[in-house]
């Protein structure tokens, strides 16, 4: 998927990496192809955990260069959090997003935002990435909304179509269509 540069004026982020204290990936999602391979991802991973690790952005998220690029970062326990911009983008939007992301966690892994409990629910990290960020675009920044959208994920096959992701309607016709066949 090739990412255009800008959405007209909209505010465009490159990626959230969520990496561990060691700096492995525990939840990343890419939304542009400045890093096309595999290897040129760990690659970024591993360079931006370098310059980062000796900080000191436990108490509130640092702002940085890096390779043309602004990340804004976070540690909290063992996990450290990244969102990436290109270097013409806001700052305090893509902190925003960081926020956003930390605040969602916070609330769904219950003030418990450590590697161990993340791994446990690496799907709803994975659907938190999937609420705040698509394609690159910002969806959603604040961390209840997040949280709530995706709690209502794994609960509900009863909402309204309209509420639901397109996966989530799809299943859900794909269950109706059986249901009504096997009538």
């Not at 007209?8 to 999602?29: Q, T």
């Not at 709530?148 to 609960?155: D, Q, R, T, W, Y």
């Amino acid at each position: 998927m090739a990412l255009p540069l800008h959405y007209g004026s909209c505010p465009v982020v490159k990626n959230i990496l969520l990496l561990d204290s060691e700096g492995k990936r525990v939840a990343v999602k890419y939304y542009c192809d400045d890093w096309p391979t595999y290897s040129a991802k760990l690659a970024f991973e591993k360079s931006i955990f370098t310059k980062t690790q000796k900080t000191n952005a436990r108490t509130e998220a640092e702002i940085a260069m890096f390779d043309n690029n602004i990340v804004v970062y976070k540690f909290v326990q063992d996990l450290h959090f990244f969102v990436t911009g290109g270097d013409d983008e806001n700052e305090l939007i893509l902190a925003t997003v960081l926020q956003g992301f930390y605040d969602a966690l916070t609330l769904l892994l219950r003030s418990n935002v450590e590697q161990r409990e993340a791994l446990e629910n690496l799907d709803l990290i994975l659907l938190c990435l999937d609420e705040i960020v698509d394609g690159g675009m910002i969806l959603e920044t604040d961390g209840s909304v997040i949280a709530g959208k995706v709690a209502s994920h794994n609960m509900d096959d009863g909402s309204p179509i309209s509420e639901q992701t397109i996966s989530q309607a799809l299943a859900t016709a794909r269950e109706h269509l059986t249901r009504s066949l096997l009538r």
